[in-house]
């Protein structure tokens, strides 16, 4: 699968897949107040266009601190409707995840579901605090260095 660099000029054909992905509302989410004026690590955010040239899937990832660990917040991940269950999704948290790696991040959480997220490696952190209202078993971590999530508790917090 290709992929590319999310640029600014892709972000309204984003936000639009973002809208058609998920629930009226999305922006009221926890993790949003993490991104407001924070711009994501923009080496991370990729997305894949189908043949006609339409976005069929994105991901985007923010720079968060867990006490004084950096931390990278995956999220929001889509896949448009009508390329679901071609490994779009996976192929590109596979791809972010092995480049975030390469750029020297440590460690990575998102809010999510356990049974999905497992398959890439991320397990519900301990100790870890998203703002609230967000339900802690789906605060998830997964490491991209060995131990790096090894005693990092608190609250995630913005990090510019």
Known sequence: MDFQIETQADWWEVEALFDTCFAPGREALSSYRLRDGVDPVARLCRLSR???????????FWPVRVGTAPCLLLGPVAVHPTHQSEGLGGALIHNSLATAREDGWERVMLVGDAPYYSRFGFEKLAGVEMPPPTNPERVLGHALVDGAWDG????????S
């Open 50 to 60: 189908d043949e006609t040239w339409q976005v069929a899937g994105a991901i985007r």
């Open 152 to 159: 990092i508790e608190g609250i995630v917090e913005r990090w």
